[in-house]
């Protein structure tokens, strides 16, 4: 956990940052997907794993299966970043590719069908919700009058879990999600009243771009989330230099923006409250980190 005077100064309150950029694997992932390999049967572990991602939760659940030796196949868009199929295969993952997010789920029926393999989804799960909920107990560990916890939202596993920790832990604590425009699938979900599965996925924060919410997910944020709002990629960009020029912290889109959301005055916050803005993750590729924050 970081404090931020800057960012506080800016939006008025006392402001922190909980660096999950600095996990293993570079985001919060490995919290839910240790703990739901572990949680797997000796039966589920000997037909393999089979997930979907576009690069984060790729990389955590391969990191997590090879702990134990588990074998897992990966259904990834061919627009993930070329870095994070890298990390993916590195952690002992078998990729395959579908033409885009919205493909992922198809390939994955056909890999169960192929190989007889359990299917962990990457965040619409109970246990990786709860493996998630760590990062909540944590921020209020570090932090106990923590007031408002800003998290970036992709199919909802995050918010849920840290949601359902922190509410558990403070009362009254206020939770808040941010969400791209370009995939603003649990706003969809929250608007329209179940999961919404979006025909397209438009943003830099390929982190985020979830093609549907999840329904555990949908439920935990309706009954323990304040708001959800909607923030476009330029504002995302902010966040991403004012990390790196004011906390000096390398995020991908994903991970700036909570605090993007923060800057542009999108999530109400109130004088003197203690803020947590969560940054997950750090894995961008430094040419295109530099192309973005350039400007």
Same mark, same amino acid.
């Given at each position: 956990?970081?404090?931020?005077?800057?960012?506080?100064?800016?939006?008025?309150?006392?402001?922190?940052?909980?660096?999950?950029?600095?996990?293993r694997t570079g985001s919060f992932k490995p919290r839910g997907a240790l703990f739901a390999v572990a949680s797997l049967s000796a039966e589920q572990r000997a037909h393999g794993i089979v997930t979907m991602s576009a690069g984060?939760?790729?990389?955590?659940?391969?990191?997590?299966?090879?702990?134990?030796?588990?074998?897992?196949?990966?259904?990834?868009?061919?627009?993930?970043?070329?870095?994070?199929?890298?990390?993916?295969?590195?952690?002992?993952?078998? $990729?395959?590719?579908?033409?885009?997010?919205?493909?992922?789920?198809?390939?994955?029926? %056909?890999?169960?069908?192929?190989?007889?393999?359990?299917?962990?989804?990457?965040?619409?799960?109970?246990?990786?919700?709860?493996?998630?909920?760590?990062?909540?107990?944590?921020?209020?560990?570090?932090?106990?009058?923590?007031?408002?916890?800003?998290?970036?939202?992709?199919?909802?596993?995050?918010?849920?879990?840290?949601?359902?920790?922190?509410?558990?832990?403070?009362?009254?604590?206020?939770?808040?999600?941010?969400?791209?425009?370009?995939?603003?699938?649990?706003?969809?979900?929250?608007?329209?009243?179940?999961?919404?599965?979006?025909?397209?996925?438009? %943003?830099?924060?390929?982190?985020?771009?979830?093609?549907?919410?999840?329904?555990?997910?949908?439920?935990? $944020?309706?009954?323990?989330?304040?708001?959800?709002?909607?923030?476009?990629? %330029?504002?995302?960009?902010?966040?991403?230099?004012?990390?790196?020029?004011?906390?000096?912290?390398?995020?991908?889109?994903?991970?700036?923006?909570?605090v993007g959301a923060l800057l542009a005055g999108r999530v109400r916050v109130r004088a003197g409250e203690r803020v947590v803005a969560i940054v997950s993750g750090g894995n961008v590729d430094r040419a295109r980190f530099a192309?973005?924050?350039?400007?």
């Amino acid at each position: 956990m970081l404090s931020s005077r800057t960012l506080g100064e800016r939006i008025g309150a006392d402001a922190y940052l909980k660096a999950e950029c600095f996990q293993r694997t570079g985001s919060f992932k490995p919290r839910g997907a240790l703990f739901a390999v572990a949680s797997l049967s000796a039966e589920q572990r000997a037909h393999g794993i089979v997930t979907m991602s576009a690069g984060n939760a790729a990389a955590a659940i391969s990191y997590a299966a090879s702990a134990v030796g588990v074998r897992v196949t990966v259904a990834m868009p061919e627009s993930a970043p070329r870095m994070k199929v890298d990390a993916t295969q590195g952690y002992g993952g078998q $990729v395959r590719f579908a033409a885009d997010m919205t493909g992922v789920r198809a390939l994955v029926a %056909t890999i169960q069908e192929e190989t007889g393999a359990y299917f962990l989804h990457p965040y619409d799960d109970d246990a990786m919700i709860t493996g998630h909920g760590s990062l909540g107990l944590e921020i209020l560990d570090d932090l106990p009058d923590a007031d408002v916890i800003v998290v970036g939202i992709g199919g909802g596993g995050l918010i849920s879990g840290v949601a359902v920790a922190a509410a558990a832990k403070k009362k009254g604590i206020r939770i808040v999600g941010v969400e791209p425009e370009g995939a603003a699938a649990m706003r969809a979900a929250l608007d329209a009243g179940r999961p919404v599965p979006l025909d397209t996925l438009r %943003t830099i924060a390929d982190g985020l771009a979830a093609p549907v919410a999840g329904t555990r997910g949908l439920e935990i $944020v309706r009954r323990l989330v304040e708001d959800v709002v909607v923030i476009p990629d %330029t504002v995302i960009v902010e966040g991403m230099r004012f990390l790196a020029e004011r906390a000096k912290l390398v995020t991908e889109p994903a991970g700036a923006a909570a605090v993007g959301a923060l800057l542009a005055g999108r999530v109400r916050v109130r004088a003197g409250e203690r803020v947590v803005a969560i940054v997950s993750g750090g894995n961008v590729d430094r040419a295109r980190f530099a192309e973005l924050i350039a400007g």
